[in-house]
């Protein structure tokens, strides 16, 4: 069956540092989506992405979608302690079909 | 943004017995709800599609007569953990599209605030 994995697993990142976490599915997506939850919380939608090589950007955020369409990635600049959670991207094989969730990347963000 | 409201958002329940969680659209009409279930520090791992009106789709490894999901209306769903164990402690969550509402476009999910089980 279809499988997203995601790079790497924890984050420990210095407040003010940049850094990009990766996504990788292991078939053709349809479009794929990114979602952050807070310690204790539960997945808020942060962009989806559905064209070859599409890039969008959101403040210090940049998400990108590869041109074959089976991996992306999430690039944070000054990251700020405001960006602790866990991002997990979500895969689609069709539009509107059910998503599969990598493992996510808890991120950790030292003042 | 649409809302979908979970309750309880924490169980504690002795082993053998059924806890039923469920799962509301507030302020949209879902005819499709997922049902996620995370253990700690862990990825979400679907478990099945529940349909309004209709049966609902299991993923592969998950109990039917375990997890009975039901979704009379097109605002409620609920997930029913019948003879609860231990090991089916979890932090089980659900979600829904609004197809309504124009945003179906985007495809994205709105998630519920989750629910805690917790079997003793």
């Known amino acids: 069956g279809q499988q997203v994995m995601q790079i790497p697993q924890y984050q420990h990142v210095q407040e003010g540092e940049d850094f990009t976490t990766y996504c990788n599915s292991s078939?053709?997506?349809?479009?794929i989506q990114w979602y952050k939850q807070r310690p204790g919380g539960h997945p808020v939608f942060l962009i989806q992405?559905?064209?070859?090589?599409e890039v969008k950007k959101q403040k210090r955020l940049t998400f990108q979608f590869g041109e074959a369409k089976k991996n992306s990635s999430l690039h944070i600049t000054a990251t700020q302690t405001t960006d602790v959670g866990t991002y997990f991207c979500?895969?689609?094989?069709?539009?509107?079909?059910?998503?599969?969730f990598g493992g996510g990347t808890r991120v950790l963000v030292k003042p | 943004g649409a809302v979908v409201s979970q309750h309880p958002s924490r169980v504690i329940c002795k082993s053998g017995t059924s806890v039923k969680i469920e799962c509301r659209s507030l302020?949209?009409?879902?005819?499709?709800m997922f049902w996620y279930r995370q253990f700690p520090k862990k990825s979400l791992m679907l478990m099945a599609t529940?349909?309004?009106?209709?049966?609902?789709?299991?993923e592969q490894g998950v109990e039917k007569d375990k997890f009975l999901i039901n979704h009379a209306s097109l605002t409620l769903s609920t997930l029913t953990v019948t003879s609860a164990h231990p090991e089916d402690s979890s932090f089980y969550i659900c979600s829904a599209r609004d197809y309504a509402s124009g945003r179906a476009g985007s495809g994205e999910l709105f998630f519920g605030e989750g629910s805690r089980l917790t079997v003793l």
């Open positions: 078939t053709t997506l349809s479009n």
């Open positions: 979500a895969g689609s094989k069709a539009a509107g079909n059910k998503l599969t």
């Open positions: 992405l559905v064209k070859s090589g």
């Open positions: 529940s349909n309004e009106g209709s049966k609902a789709t299991y």
């Open positions: 302020d949209f009409q879902a005819t499709t």
